[in-house]
Every structure is written in structure tokens, then in C-alpha cells.
């Protein structure tokens, strides 16, 4: 059974400085589906989603999934914020490891990712709306998917590191 960690979270949780941080402290390599998808598609989420319309990359990250689990164990992997929406990813997940659900408030995603143009799903008008929408149609299922809820607000890194620390025990 792979024992790797896995983030999980809205867009602008903090899933990939962190994931890299605990990486680092763990002496783990740090892999992120976002990246790696883009990696084989050659061209940016932007452009999938352009092209391709959202279902596609869906389907990308399903088989992303499936690939890390023959291949990856013992590293900290962090995944896109629509990732655990999939049932069959929810599964993929909690068989790749332990799921650490990095959680935020709608004000802080918006803080953080104002002035962003890399997430197809809040550009256009009224960005907040679009984040406390989707965040509350998803939160329920970040919880029901994680092993470990960590809230983000209101700390620093280097407290939710230790945190992170001390779920990897
Ligand atoms: C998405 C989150 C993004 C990326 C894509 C879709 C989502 O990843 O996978 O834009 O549906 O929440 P991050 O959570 O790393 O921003």
C-alpha cells in the first residue's frame, strides 16, 4: 500500500508551498498532478481547458492518478483544488496515501489569487462569488475525503508545517 501524503484543497489553499515545504522536511520528493499534467500535455491548464474543455482534463486527472499509484510511494503529492470531485478519485487518493485536506476561507483564496489569470474556473466578472460558490459546493466533500483537516487561516507557514509534522508521525 502506497504511503505517500496528499494535499488537497481549494485553488489558492497553499497545497503546493507547503507540499513543497513538507517535502523538504520529510527528505521526500514532491509531486504535483497540475504540473505533471501539463508536463505530459505540453501546454498549460489554461490552454487543456481552452482547448479541451474541462471533462478532458478530468479525465487527465483520473489517469494521472492511476499512473502515480503503480508508481509513487513515500512522497508528498499535491493535487488540483476539483480533483477529490470524482468519485473514482476520491478512491484513487485515499489508496495513494494519507489525504491532508488543507482548508481556507473564501477570503483568504481571494486574497491570494487576485491579479491570477492560471485558473480557468475564476476568471471573468465577480471572482469572490465564483470562489465562496464553489467552495461551498465543495467543502463538504473535501472534508468527507480527508484523513486530516488543516486550517489554513490565519497562520504562517511554519505553523501549519508543524502541523503537517506532526499528521506524518
Ligand atoms: C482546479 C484547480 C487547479 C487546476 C485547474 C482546476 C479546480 O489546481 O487543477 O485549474 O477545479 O479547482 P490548483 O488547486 O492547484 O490551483
Known sequence: MPDNIILIGFMGSGKTTMGIRLSYRLRQTFLDTDRLIEKEENRSITDIFAADGEEYFRKKETEMLEQLLKET??????????????????????????????????????????GDN??????????????????QERN??????????????????QQILDEMMEVCK
Do not use: F, W
Open 140 to 157: 463538504g466533500i473535501y472534508e468527507e475525503t480527508a484523513d486530516v483537516i488543516i486550517c489554513g487561516d490565519g497562520k504562517d507557514c
Open 118 to 135: 492560471t485558473r480557468p474556473l475564476l476568471q471573468g466578472e465577480n471572482p469572490m462569488e465564483k470562489i465562496k460558490a464553489l467552495l
Open 73 to 114: 510511494s513515500g512522497q508528498v503529492i499535491s493535487v488540483g483544488g476539483g480533483t477529490p470531485l470524482r468519485e473514482k478519485n476520491r478512491e484513487l487518493l485515499h489508496k495513494l496515501g494519507k489525504v491532508i485536506y488543507l482548508k481556507v476561507s473564501p477570503e483568504t483564496v481571494y486574497e491570494r489569487l487576485k
